[in-house]
T-cell receptor, first 112, second 114 residues
């Protein structure tokens, strides 16, 4: 089944403790992206990747890092999480502009 | 600036009634337009998309949307709503010429009365 898999689904952590949210897709898509969803703001792009080793900032990249060492994986790293990063995070992948993005099930992160 | 506006934060309809969710976009080039649905606790599922051609597009679950370039709109419709349609709906425009992203509206939450 074609899908984007994120882990974990839920995470509660403390301020400053580094964490990684994993994302993997099995569709051989070139494009991958991370979004955060906050009430009243819709979804905003954090980082995106156009291929292996090619990543760039989206609209809200502060406090986040990403890497794309393999085509299928696109982890999101929070080196020093803060409470304002409490949010619902989505990973997505795309095979090109005609297809839109396929989204993962989301990771609900709480930073206390 | 590129943007998507969904003017209705909440909409309540009775089961069996028709539905229209509004979406207006601002985008300089030819827009790639999408509607996604998010059920509680779930990810986003693509309902339908428009790239070119026929301005009335059909999607899954009985939804359709009409692209009107003159009004910069891409409204979502369904002739008869089911209780299972209660969810949050997001309109998005594909900004493939920049950061290869979807620009989302803030969403419309649909409530269905029995």
């Amino acid at each position: 089944e074609a899908q984007v898999t994120q882990n974990p689904r839920y995470l509660i952590t403390v301020t400053g403790k580094k964490l990684t949210v994993t994302c993997s897709q099995n569709m051989n898509h070139e494009y991958m992206s991370w979004y955060r969803q906050d009430p009243g703001l819709g979804l905003r792009q954090i980082y995106y990747s156009m291929n292996v080793e090619v990543t760039d900032k989206g609209d809200v990249p502060e406090g986040y890092k990403v890497s794309r060492k393999e085509k299928r994986n696109f982890p999101l790293i929070l080196e020093s999480p803060s409470p304002n990063q409490t949010s619902l995070y989505f990973c997505a992948s795309s095979g090109g502009d005609l297809y839109g993005y396929t989204f993962g099930s989301g990771t609900r992160l709480t930073v206390v | 600036a590129q943007s998507v506006t969904q003017p209705d934060i909440h909409i309540t309809v009775s089961e069996g009634a028709s539905l229209e969710l509004r979406c207006n976009y601002s985008y300089g080039a030819t827009p790639y337009l999408f509607w996604y649905v998010q059920s509680p606790g779930q990810g986003l599922q693509l309902l339908l998309k428009y790239f070119s051609g026929d301005t009335l597009v059909q999607g899954i679950k009985g939804f359709e949307a009409e692209f009107k370039r003159s009004q910069s709109s891409f409204n979502l419709r369904k002739p008869s709503v089911h209780w299972s349609d209660a969810a949050e709906y997001f309109c998005a425009v594909g900004a493939w010429d920049s950061s290869y992203k979807l620009i989302f509206g803030s969403g419309t939450r649909l409530l269905v009365r029995p």
